[in-house]
């Protein structure tokens, strides 16, 4: 039962963000403080859930909860808020419920908090974790929200259809990486740029991709694609925007969908850079359209009902960076946005 | 009976496209050729038609058919060819057939030369005339490619539905003044841009827009748009590309359309503009689609079926900046580019 009186409080380290930022992020944005503590108890006649985080996610997008919000301009998601720990999605064991739907024991995906543990009252955006003979660090990336995002991405936005040329940025990311499989499970043509040659080496050797190349050594990228999409690209999965996003609006075929996940080379800039090869969207009749996985969650066991199976035949497989202890996540997170992390980027807070 | 034997040349005034065009486009990269003569018969065993044309129909797409073609960045269309005439959308009447489709008297409109009579070939992309209680001329606009233009790019691009926010931009344009209209009886809530005060009123006072307003006199496009769409855009009817749509992109609301109709702000210029809210796309889950009329043209008896009532009704109306004669043709053309034309531009060649 629910309780919180007469309980110890338990030390709780928090990775707590200083204030908003702008441009470049930096590890002392964020600061660890050692000193706070938790009861690990949910209040009395509270339907929350206290829980101890064990895995903890490192997104791209998380850059953008770091911005001041701008008043009529707010995006699809709240900023963090200056003082209180990061937010973003974890794996978590209950330690103790209010809540019918959860009991101690169990373990979940979902939102919570940079910290040893969790008082989540959100309850609603969690997901029950039911099998347990994969990696559990996997419901941060490939059976997360990544994994949903590249499941939506592909599937509902790129309209994919069996042989199309398929390009992915970022693709040996959280996302690219299960994007190529999913294409190459297909029958697609599947081309990926990275910026290192240990991940272009992944995505040719590990992932399986037809072709990869490290854009950092590309002195022309409009020339790259054409090397590696002579007849053009169907689908272009963007995750990077800027000038990789006009180099493929020069490549693109009639009917071309490009499907925009992110664009992590502009989350920095004071001005986004501009895009100048627009008018091809008329010219080859592209559709291009955004998304986030928050609207696809209802799609998450219609996912794993295709997924696990290819997980335990070994048809996708999944490569993360794994960080050890909560002192180590702000400069995991900063990783992502200078490219260090080699495949999702995980944090290990607890192991159980 | 075809036959080209024993029959008396007529002279054939043609507007002939003097080289590639880059940059601006001046009338002098154009000239009339007033030597030429023509047959008035088809060749014996041709299945062509000769036609004497009528109304000629000058369309901003037209500019990138002055181009010299970037081998292997071709566009959905062939260039024009320098020496010979310009080719384009008109009204014609047929003087002799070899087509058992085609008799001599019938109207027709679709593809013909920039001269006084044209000998198709390529008559598989003609339609022929069969309501001749509207003016001729509007089977240029209202009723021609700018026409279907409208209607595909609202219904099948657009997916709009009652009470949603409509933006319109170079709205009193061929194609832009049927959009609002269209979206005006569909019960949306319509907003055009236009480059002069003359333009603003039709677009007000004719049209019955509910909103309209002078970009030239807009200091801050972003500005303008929050003022006619406190609640944002849920559709943008592109006609101009760069700054306009930048300004959109930051006024569009959760899961807006972009119709990419045409991008007549960047035509002429040597590089485009670059773009720089396309982050917006994600957050707001926006998609962005171009299109060509020529995808749509199986449309047409439906779209025919749906105007000419409203036409003879009252409930659409058109109008049209007429020059005259064949000699006007280069300006009339060069002035789409200006805003020298109050809606839509025809060339008159001859009334019947």
């Known amino acids: 039962m629910a309780s919180g009186g007469g309980v110890d409080e338990v030390r709780n380290k928090q990775v707590i963000l200083k204030d908003y930022v702008s441009g470049f992020p930096k590890e002392s944005d964020m600061y660890l403080n050692a000193s706070g503590t938790i009861k690990l108890k949910v209040p009395e006649s509270s339907n929350a859930i206290l829980v101890k985080n064990m895995y903890l996610s490192c997104d791209p997008y998380m850059r953008g909860r770091m911005k001041q919000p701008i008043p009529g301009n707010e995006t699809y998601i709240e900023p963090f808020k200056p003082g209180s720990p990061i937010v973003g999605n974890g794996v978590a064991k209950v330690l103790d419920s209010g809540h019918p739907d959860f009991k101690k024991g169990d373990l979940i995906w979902g939102v919570t908090g940079w910290e040893e543990y969790s008082l ?15 990696p559990l660090s996997y419901y941060t990336g490939l059976l997360g929200m990544p994994g949903i995002t590249a499941y939506a991405g592909f599937y509902e936005i790129c309209s994919p259809k069996k042989g199309e040329h398929v390009f992915i940025s970022a693709a040996s990311g959280a996302v690219g990486q299960l994007v190529g499989q999913l294409a190459k499970l297909l029958g697609c043509y599947v081309v990926g740029s990275a910026g290192s040659k240990e991940k272009v080496d992944l995505l040719k050797n590990k992932f399986g991709f037809n072709e990869a190349f490290n854009y950092k050594e590309e002195p022309d990228l409009h020339e790259a694609l054409k090397r590696y999409f002579p007849e053009g690209i169907d689908i272009y999965f963007e995750n990077v925007g800027g000038k990789m996003l006009d180099a ?11 499907a925009v996940c992110g664009m992590i080379s502009q989350y920095n800039l004071e ?12 010219w080859k009749r592209v559709r291009i359209e955004g998304f986030v996985c928050d609207e696809y969650c209802h799609l998450f066991p ?23 202890g909560l002192e180590s996540a702000p400069a995991a997170l900063i990783g992502l946005f200078t490219g260090r992390n080699v495949g999702k980027q995980v944090v290990v807070v607890a192991r159980e």
Do not use: C, S, W
Request: proline residues 3%; hydrophobic residues 45%; glycine residues 4%.
């Open 120 to 134: 989540i009252t959100a309850t609603q955006t969690l997901f029950k974790i039911h099998h347990t003979d994969v």
């Open 248 to 258: 493929v609006l020069l490549n693109v075929r009639a009917h071309g969908r490009i």
């Open 271 to 282: 001005h986004p850079e501009g895009v100048h090869n627009l008018m091809t969207v008329i």
């Open 302 to 324: 219609k996912f794993l009902e295709l997924v696990l199976p290819y997980i335990k035949e070994g048809k996708i497989t999944y490569v993360e960076d794994v960080a050890e």
